[in-house]
């Protein structure tokens, strides 16, 4: 597996990454113990970077996580985050956000323990609070991590004067966005501003949820659960309306030997050698597609082909409900 650092900070991790929020929330439910051996699997084919959140379940995904890694401590980087207003007591998730510096506090005590580590790795913002100044909330990051609890600072889907800030208090070591070749707002400011200050980038639905695989289309069915349901970019029209992206990404596959999924994840390794996608898979053949997208070589005339070409493609449907849409580059 090949490795990669974000930006100047360090730390090293695997090409690629895994989400795990799928594993446990926001789709159809899976089974604990066959994600346990997903997970381990994943760590035997060379993936070290994995992220998850105290809001997924929310709490279950952490204790996933720390249960399945548990016996590779030290060899694996864990991404978690803080931010939304959770009951600890109910696990209930209430409305809002929350990151007062006691929140901050109290979240990373419990999710070490999730966890099982002694110091988290990488400890996110997970949306930018209105309400708590960022500088408060680096100041209280740099605190833990001057007492040994927290090793690196994110920010989730922070604007990139909201990053700017953060940074002249406490080093923002990884910004997590949405980036893929079907959204790429990120490279208006927020990329910039990471390369400018040494910053890594992780781009989460690199695959759209899924539906830059090709296995997608305006027929597909989603479980109740699933949070696609929600979003205006998957209905059925839109599904359908979106096709040519796919067709896109299938063209330069046949060229390439690859597939739809490996040309998009392609695509983004050779944007900056600080972006370190993290995909989510809960299959073995879905993952092995996605560790497969290392070996695909995109030369400077297939970027400039799929430049082109995704230059005349509009796509259909915004990517969050209004409501989401709010919480976003604040």
């Known amino acids: 597996m090949q490795k990669r650092k974000l930006g100047n900070s360090g730390l090293e991790v695997s090409a690629l990454g895994l989400g795990c929020m799928r594993m446990s929330f926001g789709d159809k439910p899976t089974d604990r113990q066959e994600m346990i051996d997903f997970l381990r699997k994943a760590v035997e084919r060379g993936v070290t970077f994995f992220d998850t959140a105290e809001v997924y379940g929310p709490f279950t995904n952490e204790e996933l996580v720390g249960e399945a890694l548990a016996p590779f401590r030290g060899q694996v980087v864990i991404?978690?985050?803080?931010?939304?207003?959770?009951?600890?007591?109910?696990?209930?998730?209430?409305?809002?956000?929350?990151?007062?510096?006691?929140?901050?506090?109290?979240?990373?005590?419990?999710?070490?323990?999730?966890?099982?580590?002694?110091a988290i790795d990488l400890f996110y913002q997970h949306?930018?609070?209105?309400?708590?100044p960022i500088e408060d909330v680096a100041g209280t990051v740099k605190e833990l991590i001057q007492a040994g609890k927290v090793k690196y600072?994110?920010?989730?889907?922070?604007?990139?004067?909201?990053?700017?800030?953060?940074?002249?208090?406490?080093?923002?070591?990884?910004i997590q966005s949405e980036y893929s070749l079907w959204w790429r707002e990120p490279e208006a400011e927020v990329l910039p501003v990471c390369e400018e200050l040494g910053i890594g980038f992780v781009p989460f639905s690199p695959l759209g949820r899924g539906y830059l695989t090709g296995k997608v289309d305006e027929n597909t069915i989603f479980d109740s659960s699933d949070i696609r349901n929600r979003s205006p970019r998957y209905t059925p029209e839109a599904r359908k309306a979106n096709?040519?992206?796919?067709?896109?990404?299938?063209?330069?596959?046949?060229?390439?030997g690859a597939t739809p999924a490996q040309i998009a994840l392609a695509w983004l390794l050779a944007q900056k050698m600080?972006?370190?996608?993290?995909?989510?898979s809960r299959k073995l053949e879905r993952l092995d597609e996605n560790i497969g997208a290392l070996a695909v070589e995109l030369k400077p005339g297939d970027l400039r082909e799929i430049e082109s070409a995704i230059s005349k493609i509009t796509v259909v449907g915004d990517r969050y409900s209004a409501k989401e849409q709010q919480m976003v580059g604040r």
């Open 79 to 118: 991404a978690t985050k803080f931010g939304h207003n959770i009951d600890s007591n109910t696990r209930a998730h209430l409305d809002g956000l929350n990151s007062r510096p006691e929140r901050i506090k109290q979240v990373a005590e419990e999710s070490l323990k999730r966890l099982r580590v002694e």
């Open 127 to 132: 949306r930018v609070d209105p309400d708590v």
């Open 153 to 174: 600072f994110g920010l989730s889907e922070a604007g990139a004067h909201t990053i700017r800030r953060a940074h002249a208090v406490q080093l923002v070591t990884a």
């Open 243 to 256: 096709r040519v992206v796919v067709d896109l990404l299938a063209k330069i596959g046949e060229q390439k």
């Open 274 to 280: 600080w972006i370190v996608p993290i995909p989510g």
